[in-house]
């Protein structure tokens, strides 16, 4: 649009110096038919047309439409062609109602239709850094993240709440019929990742924080929690069982009648309920998977890492004291 704009200026200018152009010469003509009458030699009148002629030179005319025409033809070429980046899927749709899936980089047409450039790959994080309701900017090639959100609060299998760091990537496919099933699903990446690729990752993480509780965490459990929340984001959330447990505790005494000095009566139950969740397996003894709608239309996850798990100040306060 920027070079079709600078044409019509172009033109505008050409046209102006045209119209002012045959109004110096006419003037000029004026002039001369003047001279003749008032008794003036052809030497005078010439001497006084050239002090009045148009003082622009013609080349300036010629100039301008010489330029004209070139930003008449840049404006031509951006809307037959684009320049396809490196790093970018593009969704390609010509006047004539062909669709195209670029991937590839260089120049390719799309003649006076519209382009859409999706990342081929799509990060997100979740970090304390991040301030707000986290922001989403999945086109914009400076920036490091698609989406960032600020910290997660997560619970724990213990009931212990936690502030999680995490980053997921998410790999688009790059095969036509995939890549169109995506495009017309969700239409733009901000929609992508607002429907689909952000809440399967907020998901796997509160899937992983049920699977264990925040001591097991802080006493050598940091590999498994890492390796579990990899294994759901890359192959989908476990299938669980919440099972309850009654088991045996020793009772304590009570004190409530003096004459009987140690030899207190019970006090409270002897039993407790523990509560755990359990994976459950297949007949190969494999844990069974839910697979997630990014897998079924062709996304991959090819990076998932927690960064930092932080707990409340409290438990912080019992393990230090542990």
């Known amino acids: 649009m920027l070079w079709i704009f600078l044409a019509i200026l172009t033109i505008i200018g050409i046209v102006a110096l045209s119209v002012l152009k045959t ?3 006419a003037k000029l003509e004026r002039m001369r038919i003047n001279g003749k009458d008032q008794g003036y030699d052809a030497e005078q009148i010439e001497r006084l047309v050239e002090a009045e002629r148009f003082p622009v030179p013609g080349l300036v005319r010629t100039g301008l439409i010489a330029l004209t025409l070139v930003f008449v033809g840049l404006g031509g070429f951006n ?10 899927v593009y969704h390609v749709r010509t006047i004539m109602g062909e669709e195209r899936v670029i991937s590839g980089t260089g120049y390719y047409y799309h003649l006076f239709g519209r382009v859409n450039d999706w990342k081929r790959e799509m990060s997100v994080q979740a970090s304390r850094h991040s301030s707000g309701q986290g922001t989403m900017d999945s086109e914009n090639e400076s920036s490091n993240m698609s989406a960032s959100l600020p910290a997660i609060k997560l619970i724990m299998l213990d009931q212990v709440d936690a502030q999680v760091q995490a980053t997921a990537r998410f790999q688009l496919p790059t095969d036509r019929e995939s890549f169109l099933n995506i495009a017309h699903s969700y239409r733009t990446p901000e929609n992508l990742l607002r429907t689909s690729l952000i809440p399967q990752f907020q998901e796997t993480l509160k899937a992983t924080a049920s699977l ?4 097991e965490y802080y006493s050598g459990g940091r590999t498994q929690f890492q390796n579990d929340f990899e294994t759901q984001m890359v192959n989908g959330i476990f299938v669980v069982e919440r099972t309850e447990t009654v088991v045996s ?11 009987k000095g140690v030899n207190q009566d019970d006090f409270g139950d002897d039993t407790k309920t523990v509560f755990s969740v359990e994976k459950v397996l297949d007949s190969n003894g494999q844990p069974k998977l839910k697979e997630s709608k990014a897998n079924r239309i062709g996304i991959a996850v090819v990076e998932a890492r ?3 798990v932080e707990p409340n100040a409290k438990f912080s306060e019992r393990m230090q004291l542990k």
């Open 23 to 25: 109004k110096n010469e």
């Open 249 to 259: 505790v020793k009772q304590t005494k009570g004190s409530a009648n003096a004459s």
């Open 306 to 308: 927690i960064t930092d």
């Open 212 to 215: 264990m509780g925040a001591e």
């Open 79 to 88: 809307n037959v062609f684009f320049y396809a980046e490196p790093g970018y």
